[in-house]
Structures are given as C-alpha cells and as structure tokens.
C-alpha cells in the first residue's frame, strides 16, 4: 500500500512537473527524477535526465509563534543536478550544461510558479536561485557514494504550506475595539 500524500511530496512533485513541462516543451525527451543523486545517475547514460534533490528544509522565519493546527510554512532548498546522455557529435557533458541551461531560463522566465492547490489553500512557489559555494557543493556530493559529480545548480524553493489534519479553530472573539473618523464641519 503507497504512503499518503503530504504537503511537502506534492511540492516536489508539483516542481518536477513544472521542470518536466518546460523542457517537453523544447522539443527534447527529458525524465525530471526527485530523489539522491546517486539514485539518479544509474542507467543514466541511455536517456536525458534532470534530478531535484530537496536536501534542506527550514522554517521561513515567519510566524515562530504558531500554534499546533496552523499552516506552517517552510523553505526546501534544491540540488538541481543534469545528467545528459551522449547523442553524436554533442558530449554527455555539453548536454548536461544545455540542460541545466533550459531550467535556469525556465525559473529565470517564471519564478513563481503557477497555483497548485493543497487541501484547499491555494499556493504559488517561489523558485530563487541560490549559489552553492565549492565547500557547499563538496559536502552534498560526498554523501553520494562513489557517484562521480555531475554540474548542479541550487534553489530555493518558497514557501511551502505544511497544512494540519486537524485546523486549529480560533477562538470567539470576547469584545471588540472600533475607531471611527468622520468630518466635523467648522462654523464661519
């Protein structure tokens, strides 16, 4: 039996198809894949592909004060990572950089995505470039095992809604304050 959906798998999934969609739509075959690095690069030489690995998820910064059944929302941060296959007379490695090349247009031209609907909140991602530094980029790839590095890129994908089974139901409002402002005309 398959997990359930969640907020955050239905993002992902959400960033690929839009991924997916925009490469289709320069007229070259490519798998969009969601998962590890090396995950992705076995059989990786038979077909275009484009692996996201969401390796960091934060808080946004905004409302630190939540309570348990209030939408949370969160920052994942993307290893965007090419793996072009070898088509005569292009190399393996020059179609990893056109690939690579056709997502950063692809963010650069629509960084908020279009609204995808979780649970009935509407949400429109955010899709910030962010540069990885040398040690960033040695860090994520040493973790993969003796898969050899292929050129990534990273971004920020903002903000995802973390919505609650179970709403918090605010509580009925005890009193009210009213501010009224209205002209007073002057006598001569």
Known sequence: MPLPLSSLSRVCRYVADFVGSELEASTHSVRVLIGSP????????TE????????LIEPSGFGLGMAPGETWLLRLH????????????????????????????????????????????TVRMQ???????????????????????????GYEMSLLPVVPKMPAVASPLVSAIEVGVHAVEEEP
Request: aromatic share 10%; proline share 7%.
């Open 127 to 153: 899709a910030v470039f962010e540069p990885l530094t040398l040690d960033q980029i040695n860090h994520i790839w040493s973790t993969q095992g003796d898969v050899t590095y292929r050129p990534s890129i």
């Open 48 to 55: 275009h592909r484009i692996n996201l690995f969401f390796y």
């Open 78 to 121: 993307c290893l965007v990572t090419a793996f072009g296959a070898a088509e005569s007379p292009v190399s393996s490695g020059e179609n990893d950089l056109r690939l690579l090349g056709e997502v950063l247009r692809a963010f650069h031209e629509k960084p908020v995505l279009p609204p995808l609907d979780i649970d009935g909140l």
């Open 38 to 45: 090396a995950e992705a690069a076995k059989d990786a030489e």
